[in-house]
């Protein structure tokens, strides 16, 4: 079936570092895919998605890029704030469904 | 502006007893879901539905029941609360259609049965 394996947490860094957050996929179709994060105490926001192969996803200096050959979606960021403390979910979506499969979470902790 | 609710936020209750925990968007999304969140699991999909009167079971909806009799209401009953459907409980809705199918998240219910 349909999975995403992200890797193990948690994840703790010194601000301005940089941020590597691996995520590969095993989908029968092609899948669109998607970071989500989770702040402290709050629901999932969509941090960025890509809906093909090669595509690049980017949004609060986040980047992730759409690998077919790899089947991979790794997150990365350049420099790490204090801010983006929090919780990050791979995620994929299967062409003409409207069902998301989620990874098992990466918890990120930076410090100052 | 258009949002996403869930109510209660935090829930305790006894093993047995029947709870209800609501969610409620203002979008007007067809599509609507229930996931819970555990440690090492990350999100699992529970039920959901493609509009009203349709529902469907996920992953894990064993113990739990869902209907929709509006677009904009989807509550998720545990119809026998056992101790391990204790977990943080999420609800999400998006747009059929999209080219990429966004979820919207609601804040969540922590939900503890003892």
């Known amino acids: 079936g349909d999975s995403v394996t992200q890797m193990e947490g948690p994840v703790t860094l010194s601000e301005e570092a940089f941020l590597t957050i691996n995520c590969t996929y095993t989908?029968?179709?092609?899948?669109?895919l998607f970071w989500y994060v989770q702040y402290p105490g709050e629901g999932l926001q969509l941090l960025l998605k890509a809906t093909k192969a090669d595509d690049k996803g980017s949004n609060k200096g986040f980047e992730a890029t759409y690998r077919k050959e790899t089947t991979s979606f790794h997150l990365e960021k350049g420099s790490v704030q204090v801010s983006d403390s929090a919780v990050y979910f791979c995620?994929?979506?299967?062409?003409?469904?409207?069902?998301?499969?989620f990874g098992q979470g990466t918890r990120l902790t930076i410090n100052p | 502006d258009a949002e996403i609710t869930q109510s209660p936020r935090h829930k305790i209750t006894e093993t047995g007893r029947q709870v209800t925990l609501a969610c409620h968007q203002t979008w007007n999304h067809n599509n609507m879901f229930w996931y819970r969140q555990d440690l090492g699991h990350g999100l699992r999909l529970i039920h959901y539905s493609y509009g009203v009167q349709d529902t469907n079971k996920g992953e894990v909806s064993d113990g739990y029941s869902v209907s929709r009799s509006n677009t904009e209401d989807l509550p998720l009953t545990l119809e026998s609360a056992a101790s391990s459907q204790t977990s943080v409980y999420f609800c999400a809705s998006s747009k059929p259609g999209a080219s990429y199918n966004e979820q919207f998240f609601g804040p969540g219910t922590r939900l503890t049965v003892l």
């Open positions: 995620a994929l979506l299967i062409q003409g469904a409207q069902k998301l499969v």
């Open positions: 989908a029968t179709g092609y899948p669109s």
